[in-house]
């Protein structure tokens, strides 16, 4: 039983794929290589690489592989980029889902998990969220979501596929071995832009507004560890494997941090006075992001093992302590191996 894995060498697609080659799954991975890195990909799974949108390329993979179910992260996923260039996203996010969705009814493959987002629901009515909150997103990153899912609903209507979709609150931390992590290029995401002044990469860390109605005027996100995230997806899994309908669960610890309680924390634990500077607030941010994952405790039987902020910040940094520029860029990843076999 093979279980493949679009996007499988980006950040949490390569820290899933670490957590089901540990559960002994057979695990297939495919990834342009756009945003992911060969050095992310587990040396135990086989590794393709091309494109989604390729029907011919996709029909290839559940030709020669047998396989039981897709965990699909293949996207694009900065906000910011996403603004400035809409119909990418509209392209790769939607049209390779579209061409992906095609191609297992095709083959008869019958089960998805897909990586979905908190950024669908926009600004919150009420906290904490649960799935049934209204969808309205504030940024094309999270539209584009928001229609992925929708897609794979009708798709799931009118053909013999069952799914689950898993909205990430934010997703951080790195593998506990230190092997794997979160690799952007450009960075946008708090915790590894703080980490990058612990490295002299950075000068400080710009907060963005702290006038915001919160217990100390900065925002407040529900941070959730990426192998927690991972072995989410193998719950998911297992429910889709075992009968399962068709469900959405929300995947967050329920605990907020502010802005300042991350990059306190980071000071703690990297003995580095990270200087900060308050810049104006970033547009489209909400004051106060947290999930009820209920759902996903009774249904999924899912219990974040990982919701300490110390722990979440202490394994990021062992990952960008070790690799203070990231991934090696896969050009030069290829250039070392073929040297290697000449
Ligand atoms: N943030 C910040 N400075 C930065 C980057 C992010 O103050 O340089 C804040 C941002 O406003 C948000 C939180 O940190 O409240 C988390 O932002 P991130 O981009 O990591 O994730 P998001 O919540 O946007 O998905």
């Not at 689950?164 to 931390?173: E, S, T």
């Not at 995401?189 to 990469?201: A, F, T």
């Not at 990297?270 to 104006?280: D, F, N, Q, W, Y």
């Not at 999924?300 to 110390?310: I, M, N, R």
């Amino acid at each position: 039983m093979a279980i493949l894995v679009l996007g499988g060498a980006g950040y949490i697609g390569s820290h899933t794929v670490y957590e089901l080659i540990d559960a002994s799954y057979d695990v297939v991975v495919v990834d342009n290589l756009e945003t992911g890195y060969l050095q992310a990909v587990h040396p135990k799974c086989r590794f393709y690489q091309g494109d989604i949108r390729n029907r011919d390329f996709i029909d290839s993979i559940f030709n020669a592989e047998a396989i039981d179910g897709v965990i699909h992260f293949a996207a694009n996923s900065l906000v910011g980029e996403s603004m400035s260039h809409p119909l990418k996203y509209y392209d790769n996010n939607l049209c390779g889902t579209k061409v992906l969705l095609e191609s297992m009814v095709a083959h008869n493959i019958n089960r998805i998990v897909f990586s979905s987002t908190a950024a669908i629901y926009g600004e919150p009515e009420q906290v904490p969220i649960v799935e049934s909150a209204p969808a309205h997103p504030t940024n094309c990153y999270g539209e584009t979501k928001l229609a992925m899912e929708r897609m794979i609903h009708w798709t799931s209507f009118a053909h013999d596929l069952k799914f689950v979709c898993l909205r990430y609150f934010n997703a951080c931390g790195a593998h506990f071995s230190g092997e794997i992590g979160e690799a952007h290029n450009p960075e946008s995401h708090l915790i590894p832009l703080i980490l990058q002044v612990s490295n002299g990469k950075r000068s400080e860390i710009s907060i963005f507004g702290n006038n915001y109605n919160t217990k100390d005027g900065t925002c407040i996100r529900d941070y959730v560890h990426v192998t927690d995230l991972a072995q989410a997806h193998i719950l998911a899994l297992d429910y889709l494997i075992k009968g399962g309908d068709n469900a959405i669960f929300n995947l967050g610890n329920g605990i907020g941090f502010s802005v300042n309680e991350v990059i306190e924390t980071a000071r703690r634990i990297t003995g580095h006075p990270i200087p900060a500077k308050v810049v104006p607030r970033r547009p489209g941010d909400p004051a106060k992001l947290v999930a009820s994952s209920q759902r996903a405790r009774d249904i999924l039987g899912w219990k974040p093992q990982f919701s300490d902020l110390e722990v979440i910040i202490s394994s990021a940094w062992k990952w960008h302590k070790s690799h203070p520029d990231g991934f090696q860029d896969n050009v030069n990843v290829v250039a070392l191996q073929n040297k290697s076999w000449e």
